[in-house]
């Protein structure tokens, strides 16, 4: 849902919407989800991406008109893992992905589900610098 648009939007609606009675109660959420989506894509809200340093651990934060989704929105996210980053950030920024697992406690699971949902994506992946770093 996040980074989606709205043609996105409505056409997932519209997929789950077809024998709605007859989907799994993930699938109903996942409708009724969609629907506030396209109800704030409308008004003009947007659904910011997951922040490294900006997203809560549970909580949605409103930030001007625009909404910036928690950690608990991944699937499968441990929630101590999300509680972990929000403290370990407190005290700076994270060097590297490697920095972030020691510092935050994150398993290899945690970190490809945030990989996948680009929260890592200005992160090397360890705090090595190499030549070229020091000459360029």
Known sequence: IIGKSLAEIRKSKEYYFTD???RNPREKKLFYILEI???MMLRGVQLLPIDLYKSDAKLFLPEGKNVRPPFAVIPKFPQTTAENIVKARKNG???AREDLAVKADVKQAAMEALANFHV???L???NQMDLTD???
């Open 120 to 122: 890592l994506d200005n």
């Open 134 to 136: 020091l000459l360029g």
């Open 37 to 39: 989506v396209e109800e």
């Open 20 to 22: 709605l009675n007859k």
């Open 93 to 95: 920024e994270f060097l």
């Open 124 to 126: 090397p992946e360890q």
